[in-house]
Nanobody
Framework: QVQLVESGGGLVQTGDSLRLSCVVS????????MGWYRQAPGKQRELVAT???????NYLDSVKGRFTISRDNAKNTVYLQMNSLKPEDTAVYYC?????????WGQGTQVTVSS
């Protein structure tokens, strides 16, 4: 059973930075696509950023230029570097991995940005 464990969330102020980590229980070479999603209270879960096995990235418009997704295959880890955080970035952030038409999710990590 594939397990994804997120960490790095917390309470920060507007303009601060955080780096989220997602450690996968097995090699991430086989995952076609990995990504970060977020869900704020009362809202639907939305895609924040994705990265393919080849390193191509995609971002939600509102985070472009502020967030960066990356992967370290040797550490089986995907990162989300978040800079210039805003109160509207407050949400639970989830890591997702896609392989062979199956999707695996982590348990989420809370990010709260105070104004």
């Amino acid at each position: 059973q594939v397990q994804l464990v997120e960490s790095g969330g917390g309470l920060v102020q507007t303009g601060d930075s955080l780096r989220l980590s997602c450690v996968v229980s097995e090699s991430i070479f086989s995952f076609r696509l990995m990504g970060w999603y977020r869900q704020a209270p009362g809202k639907q879960r939305e895609l924040v950023a994705t990265i393919t096995s080849g390193g191509s990235t995609n971002y939600l418009d509102s985070v472009k230029g502020r967030f960066t997704i990356s992967r370290d295959n040797a550490k089986n880890t995907v990162y989300l570097q978040m800079n210039s955080l805003k109160p509207e970035d407050t949400a639970v952030y989830y890591c997702k991995a896609d392989r062979n038409w199956l999707a695996y999710w982590g348990q989420g990590t809370q990010v709260t940005v105070s104004s």
